[in-house]
């Protein structure tokens, strides 16, 4: 993981503001191809219910902002010591961080002059959104692209969420959410009325080894997911390929089965990979994937070849 691209500077650490709707954001990437059609800009939005053991955003899992720490870009000048209004941090042969006394305010980040130190996480209203994504206009405009909403998980904010569909789209901005469907079957269908695509994530059709590697059952996600499809929503089905998983041909086949009755005939198949392994030591957390090998090419077309037989288009990455 390279330096958290900085947002709005307009942007607000600390608790969300009262009297106005906000969405609390971890990342806007601009020029996005990999996230729906043509050129994007995808919004990250903190907060997912689902703890998934390959996740590659893990500074998107928690609702709440978190400091991400570069030890080896730490000059021991002291600056994030003196700043912390709460005494969480210490200044030894290295910058020592009490976990318990942190209140992830982001005064460290602010005070530290190599960028050490960064916060995950500020709070946006729809209007601070809304003029970041519009500096890219011209490019949706010229390749067919728009605005995606990620995470974490959009549904953990739903109102939030509503609120900036409802605003680009009334700007003729194509509007795409990527989804793991677990969420509430009222948030999602208020949010589908202003989403042109869902791309929604697929990862295990057996319950309870998606609680296992989840961390949650999967009835909720195909009971939306069917609920959409009835709609007649436009929906993408995206499976992460996670050697050892869900690469089995039991659980690819049940995912056909599944799917076949419902018309959603588009497939894009992620294949695992190490982007985010960095992540979780910055953020304090364990990483569950380390022994884990990224899927070859050759697999990833067997896997392909075989869904298409089934009657599926499928793409290979996003």
């Known amino acids: 993981m390279g330096t958290l691209p900085q947002i709005a500077t307009t942007c607000r650490p600390g608790p969300q503001p009262t009297g106005t709707l906000s969405g609390l954001v971890f990342n806007v990437m601009r020029f996005s191809l990999h996230d729906g059609p043509g050129i994007r800009t995808t919004v990250f939005l903190k907060g997912c219910p689902l703890r998934c053991w390959w996740c590659h955003n893990p500074e998107g899992q928690r609702l709440e902002p978190e400091v991400v720490c570069f030890p080896e870009r730490c000059i021991r000048c002291g600056d994030c010591v003196r700043a912390c209004p709460h005494g969480a941090l210490r200044l030894n042969d290295h910058v020592v961080h009490d976990s318990d006394l942190c209140r992830h305010c982001g005064a460290c980040a602010d005070a530290c002059p190599a960028a050490a130190r960064q916060l995950a ?79 929604y994530d697929v990862k295990l059709m057996d319950n309870e080894k998606h609680k296992r590697f989840t961390g949650a059952g999967n ?14 929503r436009a929906v993408i089905v995206r499976v992460p390929v996670i050697p050892g998983v869900n690469d089995n041909w039991g659980n690819l086949d049940a995912m056909c089965a599944f799917l076949s009755p419902l018309g959603l005939r588009r497939i894009d198949l992620l294949p695992y990979h190490r982007i985010g392994s960095g992540k979780y030591e910055r953020l304090g957390m364990p990483s569950r994937m380390e022994a884990v090998e990224p899927p070859a090419a050759e697999q990833m077309e067997t896997i392909a070849s075989r869904l298409r037989r089934n009657g599926f288009s499928v793409q290979i990455g996003g």
């Open 219 to 232: 009835d909720r996600i195909l009971k939306n997911l069917l609920m959409l499809a009835r709609e007649g």
């Open 121 to 199: 996480g500020r709070w946006m209203t729809v209007p601070e959104v809304v003029a970041e994504v519009l500096k890219d206009q011209v490019f949706f405009e010229e390749s067919g692209g728009g605005v995606t909403l990620s995470g974490g998980e959009p549904l953990m904010q739903a109102a939030f969420v509503e609120g900036l569909l409802d605003a680009c789209r009334s700007r003729g901005i194509h509007t795409t959410v990527e989804t793991c469907g677990f969420g509430s079957s009222t948030a999602l269908r208020r949010v589908s009325g202003n989403v042109d695509l869902f791309l």
